[in-house]
């Protein structure tokens, strides 16, 4: 399994940006999709959006599509979400994930980073 650690998270004012990181460790991290899911207080964990092991197919969930923007760059193992338009609705840890090619789950989770936004 790969190890994920994310950073940037923090808090922002609504309308704002951020820019979540994820650094994996591993030579095998180009074999891995990426993705990164979110989960705030009292509600279940919610896909955020996803990039294939050669970045060339993003997907994203309805909530943050045409705001969020996520990439990987194979050479350095990491794989970022850039945020905008924020709003307090986006509030939550963000965690980074990732799913082996042959896998139908993602198996390896990082630690989670906090993103607040205030209204």
């Known amino acids: 399994q790969v190890q994920l650690v994310e950073s940037g998270g923090g808090l922002v004012q609504a309308g704002g940006s951020l820019r979540l990181s994820c650094a994996a460790s591993?030579?095998?991290?180009?074999?891995?999709?990426m993705a990164w899911f979110r989960q705030a207080p009292g509600k279940e964990r919610e896909f955020v959006a996803s990039v294939t092991r050669t970045n060339d197919n993003t997907v994203y969930g309805s909530s943050v599509k045409g705001r969020f923007t996520i990439s990987r760059d194979n050479a350095k193992n990491t794989v970022s979400l850039q945020m905008n338009s924020l709003k307090p609705e986006d509030t939550a840890v963000y965690y980074c994930?990732?799913?082996?090619?042959?896998?139908?789950?993602?198996?390896?989770w990082g630690q989670g980073t906090q993103v607040t936004v205030s209204s």
């Open positions: 591993g030579r095998t991290f180009s074999s891995y999709t």
């Open positions: 994930a990732a799913k082996a090619g042959s896998s139908a789950f993602f198996g390896s």
